[in-house]
């Protein structure tokens, strides 16, 4: 074919084209306004659509599920731009009331204003673990709108471009709401509540035990399989009844996420049919019991363990009861003087001892102890033996006789070499009772 006839016969196809395009009767209803006009459309559609619900919107506000558990936020939205809101953030599930404003940008959003709940996990100062160290919560409280389905609004967060949904709340959901906090009390524990976690489940055949390493500020866990490679990651948001994994277990093809508490037994159980069950529970023994102690007690090799209060109080492997016995102890002090370290000297020339020293001037004391091991619950023993002053024999100081009863309880102490460093590079390890919350974070010196 020629080239001029290649040239009209595509003025031909062209023309055929435009000719049914402008002959089209199906207009896409998108063209008959402009970007703006559907923008402020957009607008008033949720501004009505906030204020449709009469009892609000319910929102479980998962930032990140991969390292972060799930807050609920209740939000009631009224004409004159103010919000009443409530969340499970922490203990003060209140109303509180604030500002909020339907904003036209490149997009149409949803922004709160002034500070309320959720501007808690927006907080860059406030961060749950190392690793969001300058992040927060990951939060946001600006919610681009994405339409609606199924009576929901579709968001997405301005952050991460996250979609979040809010529901219709109820009556029953605003006055649920604070019976979430003794469920968060029950699996956070108190000081006195066991140390360490294991998630167990059931396949109908068998149970498989996993150590779960639990976050209670991210609302975040790692179920680590104590027999196998398997894991699971589990972030958790609560109701009155118990604890919601998100993404659910799924154990022979059932998907379990609604972990019940028992009072009872302070578990939190998810149950499936044919036997098939999954448990979060409180255990004293570490999941994961080392032969640390073991190199302690060949009665040749010194080796001191340092707890340093400067460095050491603070660490996350340093427990709250711990903690309430040394502040205890302190207390009993002149206000100039504090615990300072506490050094347990194993093998050395004087025998095996524990050490309390102290700043503002005061004398270090010495418990002198011997050592043993429990084989049983793989444990070192202390047993006490004669207090003294560097001088002189002692009766045993009485401000120090809780602290130092953990250290020689008969149910012994586990001992682990921890592979992190705190501050400097000296090892550390813990030692922490079998028979309750206690658990001191120390160097190697």
């Not at 599920?65 to 009224?78: I, R």
């Amino acid at each position: 074919m020629k080239v001029k006839n290649i040239f009209k016969y595509l003025i031909i196809v062209f023309t055929a084209i435009l000719w049914a395009s402008c002959n089209n009767t199906e207009v896409d209803d998108k063209f008959d306004s402009t970007p703006t006009e559907r923008l402020n459309a957009q607008k008033k559609e949720l501004q009505d659509l906030v204020l449709s619900s009469d009892k609000g919107w319910k929102l479980v506000y998962y930032t990140d599920s991969t390292q972060l558990g799930g807050f609920t936020h209740l939000f009631k939205f009224f004409p004159d731009g103010k919000v009443d809101m409530a969340s499970d953030y922490d203990a003060d599930t209140s109303i509180h009331r604030s500002q909020y404003d339907v904003q036209l940008g490149s997009a149409v959003s949803l922004v709160f204003t002034t500070a309320n709940r959720i501007h808690l996990l927006s907080q860059s100062d406030n961060f749950p673990t190392p690793a969001l160290l300058g992040k927060g919560y990951l939060g946001d409280f600006q919610f681009f709108y994405y339409g609606q389905e199924n009576g929901e609004i579709i968001f997405r967060t301005n952050r991460n471009f996250q979609e979040i949904r809010f529901v219709k709340a109820t009556a029953q959901d605003w006055t649920d709401l604070a019976g979430n906090t003794p469920i968060i009390e029950h699996i956070t524990g108190d000081m006195t509540s066991p140390l360490f976690r294991l998630l167990e489940i059931n396949d109908g055949a068998a149970v498989h035990q996993y150590e779960f390493d639990f976050n209670s500020d991210a609302r975040f866990g790692v179920a680590t399989s104590l027999d196998s490679d398997d894991s699971h990651n589990l972030a958790l948001s609560y109701t009155p009844t118990g604890a919601v994994v998100k993404p659910a277990l799924v154990v022979k093809g059932q998907k379990l996420s609604n972990f019940v508490y028992q009072a009872a037994t302070n578990d939190f159980v998810a149950t499936g049919t044919g036997g098939v069950s999954a448990t979060i529970k409180f255990t004293n023994a570490p999941p994961r019991i080392t032969d640390d102690y073991k190199k302690l007690l060949d009665g040749e090799s010194q080796m001191v363990f340092g707890y340093i209060a400067a460095n050491l109080y603070t660490a996350s492997t340093t427990s709250d009861y711990f903690r309430y016995l040394i502040d205890k102890a302190n207390a009993t002090l002149p206000a100039n003087q504090k615990i300072s370290r506490i050094q347990i000297y194993f093998n050395s020339p004087f025998g095996t001892y524990i050490q309390y020293r102290f700043n503002g001037g005061k004398p270090s004391l010495y418990h002198t102890v011997t050592t043993s091991e429990n084989t049983a619950n793989k444990t070192i023993v202390l047993t006490d033996d004669y207090w003294d002053n560097g001088t002189a024999v002692i009766a045993p100081p009485a401000f120090l006789a809780e602290i130092d009863a953990e250290f020689t309880n008969a149910a012994g102490l586990y001992v682990k070499k921890e592979d992190f460093k705190i501050t400097y590079s000296n090892t550390v390890y813990t030692f922490t009772s079998a028979s309750s919350s206690f658990r001191m974070t120390t160097y190697q010196l």
